[in-house]
Nanobody, 124 residues
Framework: VQLVESGGGLVQAGGSLRLSCTASGLTFGWYAMGWFRQAPGKEREYVASISRSGSDTYYADSVKGRFTISRDNAKNTVDLQMTSLKPEDTAVYYC??????????????????WGQGTQVTVSS
């Protein structure tokens, strides 16, 4: 069972990045998916999540209107499109899978599988 994130990098404030997470070794459609992030010296925090079918999406207030989560169950991928990036978005971003979850889970403790993370750095 593995989640692998990609797409991180360095971007100027106001720019955009698209993160992708590819799952293997699990039945992807059985998992709600989430994105979390962790900045240096801070707790890992919830960013966004999506239901198993992809019909429902949820966002932290800090990213609402700027980030969009989506999934492709045929490709076993979940993406996070990030726009209007701010320096405070700088963090390691992790995708996570919640077995039989409905989506909307903000507690990192409910997620069963985690990726290794990808660094996003937003310069001012």
């Amino acid at each position: 069972v593995q989640l692998v994130e990609s797409g991180g990098g360095l971007v100027q404030a106001g720019g955009s990045l698209r993160l992708s997470c590819t799952a293997s070794g699990l039945t992807f459609g059985w998992y709600a998916m989430g994105w979390f992030r962790q900045a240096p010296g801070k707790e890992r925090e919830y960013v966004a999540s999506i239901s198993r079918s992809g019909s429902d999406t949820y966002y932290a207030d800090s990213v609402k209107g700027r980030f969009t989560i989506s999934r492709d169950n045929a490709k076993n991928t979940v993406d996070l499109q990030m726009t209007s990036l701010k320096p405070e978005d700088t963090a390691v971003y992790y995708c996570a899978a919640d077995y039989l979850g409905r989506g909307g889970g903000t507690d990192k403790g409910i997620y069963d599988v985690w990726g290794q993370g990808t660094q996003v750095t937003v310069s001012s």
